[in-house]
């Protein structure tokens, strides 16, 4: 990204980022609320337009994108089976035509089976829990096949089980070669999971190996000091 | 018995090309009606039923009453508030349902207004409540295109719509699959209204598009089962409601559009999904511990 600013409304969201993810980095963003995580993946997928500057992904175009919204971004009361939804994964290739062959049939069953769904799969969407619904959409991302993925908040309210199958569904995409990008309010979780860490703070953000981004020492001290407004992360700029 | 129920279609052709003229629209606008509610655009139905008529009464003005010319004229007016609200929505801070708020109440003066300029009360009536035993050789054919255009782009849509619908922004990133989908489902209810109309009257289309859409809702919860629902529900308001247009002499449209009506109220009690008088079950999802 060069020199990236986004508006939304009248309001900069995101001014003058510069950031680059490397081919095969595992990332995490954090940054207070409202500091433009989710407006920064929007952009890197295109559903956003940058107001300046541009977002250029090497090797590749935004198909093969895997973008995974925030949970409230899909109408879960829709009536679609879980076996529907997870094979909607394969949009790229099978279009609003093709049937799906054998060996597509097969790789959505073994997608559910990972996903610890395969006894659902001709239930409605609406019917699963939180977690279970998670673990959906990530058995649709691995079908997907995509070479980047951008996550937006995939832990929030979820449990310690799928919070762990999500874990290791993303260690392996990451072992499979995927750059792969996430937003978390979570940061010891950033701090264990992602070597590499972008903090947005408007003007003052940065990008680098998470220990140094959020040092213990940092986070120790932005706790002791909620002074620094709402945000959640240290206000500061950093080295 | 047989007499009440049957002797009207098999005594009057009218009677005939009426359930015909029914059952054709119903098998358009019942999908239509589904997506339409799913999508949690029900009123955009009402919408565009105002929308279309300016374009319908530029039609009648120029070329007196000719169904095409009225059709032709309100497929373009349909067309024109459907695009022309989304834009301003899109390009300035009033929300959709504000803009196509404005947008149709201007649409029904000038409406009213262009046909009274010509006719008499009479021309205003049929326009706004159709007269759905006037339909003849050539209306028919038209229905029955329009239904036909209208299955035929929901087999190309389908796919692309069910993933609009769930979740907007997964096909967002791919392409523009799913923006066009969402473009194709507010042209099918404009197409749809039109048929509507030559039967139902422009105010009472929309009632053929979301009442049995709302009815199967109540019975049905997989997609499929709406459809089919829906269909069944539509044709059998239809019939009866043409029967009782005739024993009772009240006009047709009203007449359906009444029976669907009784069918809502009993679903909204008895409803096996989320009727009132059902035992309730909590369709939330069970919380993982």
Redesign the interface.
Known sequence: MRQLSVDIGSHRVIDQLDVSFAAGSLSAIVGANGSGKTTLLRTITGLLTPTTGSVTIEAGTRRDLGYLPQRSEVDRSFPITVHDFVASGLWSRCGSWRCLSAQQRSAIDRALIQAGLRDRQRCLIGSLSGGQFQRMVFARLTLQDPGAILLDEPFNAVDGRTVGIMLDTIARWHSQGRTIIVVSHDLPLALHHFPQTLLLNGTASCYGATRDILSPSRLADTRAKPAAGAADIPAVGIA | MLELLAGPFLEFGFMRRALAGCIVVTLGAVPTGVFLL?RRMSLIGDVMAHAILPGVAAGYLLAGFSILAMTVGGLLAGAAVALAAGFVARKTALKEDASLASFYLISLALGVALISIKGGGRDLLHVLFGNIFALDDGTLMLLGSITSATLLTFA?????L??E???????????R?GALAHYALLMLVVLNLVAGFNALGTLLAVGMIILPAAIASFWC???AG?LATGLAVAVAGSYLGLLLSFHADLPGGPAIILTLGGAYFVSILCGSVSGLLMPRKS?A?????
Not at chain 2, 285 to 289: A, L, N, V
Request: charged share 10%.
């Open positions: 799913l190309v849509i389908y796919r692309p069910v993933l619908c769930v979740d907007s922004a997964y096909l967002g990133v791919l392409g699959a919860q997989s997609l709406m369709t999802p069970i919380p993982e511990s």
